[in-house]
């Protein structure tokens, strides 16, 4: 037997996924189109349909290779966001945009500061490359606590992650804290901010900042208000050219196909897509706030601007996987606090979707505080 040396560190767990409508289905026999999948941050209405026509469209040149920098999804982007097509970098997903930043600014054993809690890939990637990251603590119900986050910044880590709203609790961080980031790093960090979920911000986000700080990277991603998680598509983008080189340079070649360059390029323009399913989405995070206030053992926490919030288990008898459980033998898909960060064992991630699938929650957490009542 070979036995290969594993340079990278792999220490920690790997990255936990939403689990899938067909394996709840077979595993408790409820009919697919009862489950509410609430642990992925999905569209509720699918794909853009200018992508899907697009992608079809794409078909007849799988055969040929595409454009190594993705230029025709670059111009696509940079006319959407009045940016210099070659300010732009694009990713199979915004996780490999993480992945590249992470590997061409920060050298191994130096530091990238994140929030404590915050998508875990931030902290995955950096610690299978061998960079370091550094935590910066939320305040009460995930408050994202800037001033503090500002002092952390004096310790000059290489990369700084902020992101807004932020992942998992949904909270925002106004424009003018994201000025204050910007402005207290130094020329020695660049600041990422990732803005995955900004549509359901209904603001226009930070990408008009960027010509404002040299320092400053904006991430976005297809897979969330485009409802293109499974084409792959995310991108960078920033007013400096030198932080987008080294980006080119350091990706996997080819790294997007024509497929999701051609779908990727016709999303960017459907804001029809994307208007009504921030209305919705938008309109059932209030419907479920309200629904959600009459239980006892559970709390939504306040304040998220996203397509998810935390719910808080205030029952000391019932823990993260135990609900997870129950819920899902309701047919309900969440995300288990444990899975995405430390102490999660007081709570779950839940998804905003359709009504039927917000009427199912309430119906369930209802029933299970009423079950366990009666124990
Ligand atoms: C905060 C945040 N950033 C980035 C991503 C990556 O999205 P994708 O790789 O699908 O583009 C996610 C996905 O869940 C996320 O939550």
Known sequence: MVRVSVPALVEGKAYVP????????????????????????ENPYGPSPKALEAVKAAEGRIDLYPDWTAKALREAIAKRYNLDPDCVVCG??????????????AAPGEAILMHEPCFPIYHIYS????????????GEDFEPMVDRYIEALK??????????????????????????????????????????????????????????YPNLIVLRTLSKAYGLAGLRVGFGASANRDLILPLWNIKPTWNMGQVQVAGGSAAVFDDEHVEKTVKT????RDYVTKKLSGLNRFRMVPGS???????????????????????????????????????????????VNLKQHMDRLVWALGDIEASQAAE
């Open 155 to 212: 310790q000059k880590p290489r990369i700084a992650f902020v992101t807004n709203p932020h992942n998992p609790s949904g909270r925002f961080i106004e424009e003018s804290d994201i000025r204050r980031i910007c402005e207290a790093a130094s020329k020695e960090t660049l600041v990422v901010l990732d803005e995955a979920y900004i549509h359901y911000t209904e603001t226009e986000g930070g990408m008009h900042l960027l010509p404002d």
């Open 127 to 138: 610690n299978c490359e061998g960079r370091r990251p550094v935590f910066v603590p939320m």
């Open 305 to 351: 601007r996203s397509n998810f919030f935390m719910l808080e288990i205030l029952d000391p008898a019932i823990t993260s996987t135990h609900l997870f459980n129950e819920l899902l033998k309701r047919g309900i898909i969440a995300k288990d606090g444990l899975d995405i960060m430390k102490g999660g064992e007081r709570y779950m991630r839940i998804d």
């Open 92 to 105: 199979s997903g915004e996780t490999e945009v993480i992945a590249m930043v992470i590997r061409a600014f």
């Open 281 to 284: 989405i938008v309109e059932m």
């Open 18 to 41: 939403g689990l899938s409508r067909e394996y709840v289905a077979e595993k408790y026999n409820i009919p697919m189109d009862q489950i509410a999948k609430l642990g992925s941050a």
